[in-house]
Nanobody, 121 residues
């Protein structure tokens, strides 16, 4: 079994910063790409940021220059630092990871349970 457990999130005012993190645990041979998605009420889930196992990153245009994704491969952990938050960043943020659970097996996609980020004055 593989689990992704998120932490962080909460309520902040516009312009403030917040960080979220996600740890992958369980039967893991290799963690490949990791990322963060978000889903606002009434909207589709969208990619926020993604980081490869080698550290290459890509971001949604709406968060470029404000959000930073990073990872600690030794801890199977991905982080998302969110600065200059805006009300439109309000959403449930989901951790995503592409994981090879054992040698010789294929890669599977896993999701965390989601953590709420609310930006409001």
């Amino acid at each position: 079994q593989v689990q992704l457990v998120e932490s962080g999130g909460g309520l902040v005012q516009p312009g403030e910063s917040l960080s979220v993190s996600c740890v992958a645990s369980g039967s893991i041979f290799r963690v490949n790409a990791m990322g963060w998605y978000r889903q606002a009420p009434g909207k589709k889930r969208e990619l926020v940021a993604r980081i490869s196992s080698g550290g290459s990153t890509n971001y949604a245009d709406s968060v470029k220059g404000r959000f930073t994704i990073s990872r600690d491969n030794g801890k199977n952990t991905v982080y998302l630092q969110m600065n200059t938050l805006k009300p439109e960043d309000t959403a449930v943020y989901y951790c995503n990871a592409e994981i090879t659970p054992a040698i010789g097996r294929g890669q599977f996609q896993y999701w965390g349970q989601g953590t709420q980020v609310t930006v409001s004055s």
